[in-house]
């Protein structure tokens, strides 16, 4: 119980700092492939502290709400990951999560913020599949959907489960929202949904966003994480590496329609993360 | 037994009552009054017949049995009085009729079908499809008689015939307490085909030439699935000797796997699992009640619920995995499906499709944790769906349309209908609401097996929330002041508020309802650890608290208009052209026809349903 | 310290420019300025920003866009006009649509002058507007203690 309340308390505190720096370094590396100096590494916090200090502008009275419910939905989902509860609830809360954010996006019914939500529920369609196949591919595995079991799993998972682990690095540059993925909103100046499904929102309610963001991304690099559980070092190695990569594929690609976003989507959902289990299924037979 | 007699034989009265009874005030009265003591009724059934063990009751007197007998040549006789108008020369309607009735009436007449000593049985499964049917149905009914007051204001051109309307839905529950608790096939049989009536009177009812011609198309592919059930009738008594249930499930597979097949087959019909599928969408252009009432507590539910009866004998075979596969297809092309439509009606006849198939797969596959997962199913897509039916009736009554896009603001204009859809929305998909608990479960059951069944779960799942959450977002859009609609709504709110109260309350109580009812039947959950159902539970509480948060009041917003590129004028919702001249700004959901319309998706489907349900037959040689 | 200063997000609106200055603002983004270095982001979207810069003139058309924009951003903000155009008309002053520079409109803050304004002398506008952005948000922040 106590190692639970601990984790639980651990992440919702730790998180935002490691998930902002993490965004500074992002910042700064993908300056520098383009060969920029870049911003400061703590200029994600600065970001947000100013963005506290605005405004607060809002275009009706819900939308706010929305964003503090999905807030609040996110820490669920995290941080009932980090306790090593069930995976599939975990998913099933950020879900949730998500939805609350194309909610207060639709709320406002701004024709960008409305499609930069649709186009968020076409990202949604097409990543979730590859995410919720992981966690059975892990079940398949370690015999628990229990994030708790599968880290204690001694079995090296990724030597299971290398086209889910693929699969998963596919769509996790979807959950991003990187390039060439980055359809509902972008990190990236200017685009012609202007700033997509956050248009509407600014100060403070901005700011929830960019910290649920931090959330998010070391929630869904905690994913990737489990299948080198075995060896914590090289895990964490390789959450860098994976997320070394999306940065690259963030600078080096443009963006895609939702369509190829779609069908390439579940075409590696299908193909790499179902043909992994199949493979497990029926010829070692797990 | 006192219970299952009075549930059967009581609804009768009422709709014998207000067929008697020509006036709207005793009428209503007269459903107020029938509507809670099925209500009571079902629930002292609870009360007194839960238990591990099925009780099996003896029915002596065989004059019930004649009375069933004499009951099939009367159907068989009105089936072929409707029949006297046949749209399109539908002539294999009155066949159909003639070769199951005949068949089966002259086996009972002749002697040939086995006698059955207990005929009538009550066990857990029974007990909850009596709760779904008790409690969802009346408050469906309650609602009708507000709905169709208003219906026949608004269509003059519609006879008044609300006294067979009730009539109907009444000999409906009747009906369907039959299939329940009756042990003798030949009895289900009889009550089956009275459903496959009443459904057929209540679509029908505009009299339109629409549905005139939905009705008898319901009419001829419901027939075909009573043949199936006559075919199992008359294999089950010359092969098997018997033609009671328990016995016919405890045989020996091989002998019994085509009867039951059989039997499947006319419980995937009434489902409205694809191939079949295309009855339920004709179903949409009766009032809504009907739809709600087809939807969500009878008539499909009595699909699943013969389905999973048969699901024993299912397990492990391979015929069984082709009902799953059925099941899992017309999930997902139901699920796909839905998200070209437009028309509230008709993604919610899709989802539904889409959740029985959901049910249907679990039941196919037939072992413990999977018929664990679609008892589940059952129950918590009852009262969410008979919500959303209801909502959709409600707002095509106040706007006159049911069109998702013409629901844009609808939180601005009706919030109090808006926020009770919103439950049966968020009850449909999202979690923690019931149905995403069983897809939970499903998926940790079906984990264990062939990834096929889990992927197909999955994207099912996903192309659900897509369909769903577009609609969400549509109601909740904040269009400004607006005139308020929605006064008109009366006696109605209170089937919305209760079936709203009922789709939050099974998600609290299901783990109660898990250990008390269904576990009892299907043995232990392993999977629903303390800790998932702890993490529901704190989940829930947040949907129900958060809610709150809502009234604590904001002081320092300040309120800016939307970002319209700056060309904004007076009206938030409108924007300046490049002429200068203001125009509306309004967008519309995604559809994506090229890939989810029903001229792409649906020929498939029938075609792979086919194909499935054939493999199903040949399989039971192998 | 504020941080406000540390994150100034801008957004740049082209009145009746002859797209001169806006080619340059838009340098001071390449990897030769790099404005980012100082926690600059090209935001497109007047709710996210802190900074507005407009480079050009204001004529009929784009008045009314011009006041919506700056309603549009939240507190604090500052203008800062870019090139002679925003700051007087510029050699558009004499057209028959043109009101003149931007404080015909909206208050500014800050111009860079310049025909076009060079990337050097706007990087220098946005860094010296950022002492005003720390004044207002200080004010602001006393008045709110007042209010
Ligand atoms: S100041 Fe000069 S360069 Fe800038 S917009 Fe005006 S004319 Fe063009």
């Known amino acids: 119980m106590n190692t639970v309340f601990y984790t639980t308390i651990g992440y919702i505190l730790l998180a935002p700092f490691v998930g902002g720096l993490l965004m500074g370094l992002d910042r700064i590396v993908t300056a520098r492939m383009q060969s920029r100096v870049g911003p400061p590494v703590l200029q994600p916090f600065y970001d947000v502290f100013k963005l506290f200090g605005k405004d607060k502008l809002t275009v009706n009275q819900f939308h706010n709400y929305y964003l503090v419910c999905f807030f609040i939905f996110i820490l669920v989902s995290g941080s009932m990951f980090f306790a090593g509860n069930d995976l599939l609830m975990v998913i099933f809360a950020f879900i949730v999560a998500d939805v609350l954010l194309i909610l207060a996006a639709y709320s406002t019914n701004s024709p960008y913020s409305s499609i930069g939500a649709e186009r968020e529920l076409l990202q949604m369609l097409s990543a979730e599949p590859m995410i919720l196949l992981s966690a059975v591919g892990l079940y398949m595995v370690t015999g628990s959907f229990k994030v708790s079991a599968i880290v204690s799993c ?6 299971y489960l290398p086209g889910v682990f693929l699969g998963l690095t596919y769509v996790l540059t979807i959950k991003l929202r990187k390039s060439p993925f980055d359809l509902s909103t972008s990190h990236h100046a200017h685009q012609e949904l202007v700033k997509g499904i956050t248009t509407e929102f600014a100060g403070p309610a901005l700011a929830v966003i960019e910290i649920v963001h931090w959330y998010e991304t070391i929630l869904l690099l905690g994913m990737i994480y489990l299948f080198f559980a075995f060896n914590p070092v090289l895990g964490v190695v390789v959450v860098v590496f994976v997320y070394f990569l999306e940065v690259l594929v963030d600078n080096t690609n443009a963006r895609i329609k939702w369509e190829l976003m779609l069908k390439s989507a579940w075409m590696v959902t299908i193909i790499v993360g179902g043909g992994n289990l199949f493979v497990l299924y029926y010829v070692l037979r797990l | 037994m006192t219970w299952i007699t009075f549930l059967i034989i009581f609804p009768l009265l009422p709709a014998c009552l207000v067929l008697l009874f020509k006036s709207v005030s005793i009428q209503k009265w007269v459903v107020i009054i029938a509507s809670a003591l099925i209500c009571i009724g079902s629930v002292c059934l609870a009360l007194t017949c839960t238990q591990a063990e099925a009780q099996y009751f003896r029915v002596t007197p065989d004059i019930v049995n004649k009375l069933v007998a004499t009951g099939d040549i009367t159907l068989a006789l009105v089936f072929l009085y409707v029949c006297r108008h046949l749209p399109l020369k539908r002539y294999w309607i009155p066949l159909l009729v003639v070769v199951q009735y005949g068949a089966v009436v002259w086996y009972d007449l002749s002697g040939r079908v086995p006698e059955t000593t207990h005929c009538l049985f009550v ?4 007990v909850i ?8 149905g009346p408050l469906i009914t309650v609602y009708t008689i507000g709905y169709m007051e208003k219906y026949h204001e608004e269509h003059p051109e519609v006879p008044d015939r609300r006294d067979q309307f009730l009539s109907a839905i009444f000999l409906f529950f009747s009906a369907m307490y039959g299939i329940i608790f009756s042990n003798n096939i030949t009895w289900i049989y009889f009550f089956w085909e009275i459903t496959t009536f009443c459904s057929f009177i209540m679509i029908g009812y505009p009299q339109t030439e629409e549905a005139v011609h939905n009705s008898f198309l319901a009419l001829w592919m419901l027939l075909l699935g009573g043949l199936g059930f006559a075919a199992a009738i008359l294999y089950a008594s010359s092969v098997c000797g018997t033609v009671d249930l328990r016995q016919l499930l405890t045989m020996k597979k091989s002998v019994v796997l085509l009867p039951v097949l059989l039997i499947c087959f006319a419980g995937l019909n ?35 619920y013969i389905v999973l009866r048969c699901a024993p004998v299912l397990h492990g075979t391979a015929a069984g995995a082709m009902v799953a596969l059925i099941g899992g297809l017309s999930f997902l092309a139901g699920s796909a499906l839905a998200i070209s439509q437009r028309d509230g009606k008709r993604v919610l006849a899709y989802s539904t499709i889409g959740n029985l198939g959901l049910i249907i797969l679990c039941a196919g596959i037939g072992s413990h944790l999977t018929l664990w997962a679609a008892v589940l199913l059952i129950i918590f897509h009852a009262p969410a769906k008979a919500l959303m039916f209801l909502c959709v009736g409600t707002v095509e009554q106040q706007t006159g349309s049911r069109d998702i896009e013409d629901m844009n603001g609808l939180i601005s204009r009706m919030p109090l209908l808006t926020i009770v859809m919103l439950i049966g929305l968020a009850g449909m998909f999202l979690a923690p609401f019931g149905m995403l608990i069983s897809k939970w479960v499903v998926l940790e059951v079906l984990a264990r097996k062939n990834p096929v069944l889990p992927m197909i779960v999955i994207f099912g799942g996903e192309l659900m929330l897509f369909f769903y959450v577009k609609w969400m977002g549509k109601l909740v859009a904040v269009t400004g002041p607006q005139p308020q609609q929605g006064e008109g709504i009366g006696i109605e709110w209170s089937a919305l508020g209760g079936l709203a109260v009922l789709t939050v309350l099974v998600c609290g109580l299901f783990p109660f309802v898990g250990i008390y009812l269904i576990e009892p039947m299907y043995g232990c959950d392993p999977m629903l650890s303390r800790q998932a159902i702890r993490a529901v539970a704190i989940m829930l509480g947040l949907m129900l608290l958060l809610p709150l948060g809502f009234f604590i009041p904001r002081k320092d917003l300040v ?5 319209l590129s700056g060309a904004n004028v007076t009206d938030p919702h409108k924007f300046m052209d490049s002429m200068g001249t203001a125009r509306d700004c309004s967008f519309k959901n995604y559809y994506i026809n090229k890939y989810f319309s029903e001229e792409k998706l649906f020929p498939g489907a029938l075609v792979g349903s086919i194909v499935l349900l054939i493999l199903m037959f040949s399989m039971e040689k192998l | 310290m504020s941080f406000i ?30 404005i980012e270095r100082f926690g600059v982001i090209n935001t497109g979207n007047p709710k996210h920003s802190d900074i507005l810069l407009i480079t050009g003139s204001i004529n009929r058309q784009n008045e009314d866009v011009v006041k919506t924009l700056y309603g549009q951003m939240g507190n604090p903000k500052v203008v800062i006009a870019i090139g002679t155009c925003a700051a007087s008309g510029g050699i558009f002053a004499e057209c028959y649509n043109i009101l003149g520079g931007v404080n015909t409109t909206i ?27 720390e004044e207002k948000q200080k004010q602001r922040k006393k008045g709110k203690v007042t209010k």
């Not at chain 2, 009907?290 to 939807?295: F, G, K, P, R």
């Not at chain 3, 025909?115 to 706007?122: F, G, K, L, M, Q």
Request: hydrophobic share 50%.
């Open chain 1, 154 to 159: 001694e079995k090296p998972l990724i030597v």
């Open chain 2, 123 to 126: 066990d857990n499964l029974s």
């Open chain 2, 129 to 136: 499809m009596a709760l779904v049917i008790g409690i969802v």
């Open chain 2, 270 to 304: 009434k489902a409205a699992q694809f191939p079949f599928a295309k009855w339920l969408l004709g179903a949409m252009v009766a009032p809504t009640p009907s739809s709600a009432l087809l939807h969500s507590s009878t008539m499909v539910k009595a699909g699943v």
């Open chain 2, 559 to 563: 309120h800016v208009d939307l970002y």
């Open chain 3, 5 to 34: 200063k540390k994150s100034p997000w801008m957004f740049h609106y082209d009145g009746s420019s002859c797209n001169g200055c806006d080619i340059e603002v838009l340098a001071c983004l390449m990897p030769m300025y790099d």
């Open chain 3, 107 to 133: 208050p500014v803050d800050l111009y860079v002058p310049g025909c076009a304004a060079r990337p050097e002398a706007i990087i220098d506008g946005v860094i010296q507007a950022l002492d005003i952005l």
